[in-house]
């Protein structure tokens, strides 16, 4: 069974910078697909970024293409979020997810897709 930790959540301003972590154990694989999802208050959870294994291919919703960046370490089982010019739009709790095969492009938006979730960071911005 996969455990996802995510780390790297504040309160910040808006135009601040923060790195999101995702640490994953168990068992782990790096043919894995893992994804950040955010879920605002009274929204619901939405996609933000995917990753393939070998970090060949990373998908952004269009929202945070221009600002965030998905990459990853599978040496050390870990995924990180970075998000520049934060606004206050990006208030939300961040979690990470994995799905233990490889997708096709267009399921790695699909939460539906991913079996293991980890609990989530909150993430705030406010001037």
């Known amino acids: 069974q996969v455990q996802l930790v995510e780390s790297g959540g504040g309160s910040v301003q808006p135009g601040d910078s923060l790195r999101l972590s995702c640490a994953a154990s168990?068992?782990?694989?790096?043919?894995?697909?893992m994804a950040w999802f955010r879920q605002a208050p009274g929204e619901d959870r939405k996609f933000v970024a995917a990753?393939?294994?070998?970090?060949?291919?990373?998908i952004l919703a269009p929202s945070v293409r221009d600002r965030f960046t998905i990459s990853r370490d599978n040496a050390k089982n870990m995924m990180y979020l970075e998000m520049n010019d934060l606004k206050p739009e990006d208030t939300a709790v961040y979690y990470c997810?994995?799905?233990?095969?490889?997708?096709?492009?267009?399921?790695?938006?699909?939460?539906?897709?991913?079996?293991?979730w980890g609990q989530g960071t909150q993430v705030t911005v406010s001037s």
């Open positions: 168990g068992r782990t694989y790096s043919t894995t697909v």
């Open positions: 997810a994995e799905n233990p095969s490889a997708l096709a492009p267009p399921f790695m938006t699909n939460q539906a897709k991913y079996a293991h």
């Open positions: 990753i393939t294994g070998t970090s060949v291919m990373t």
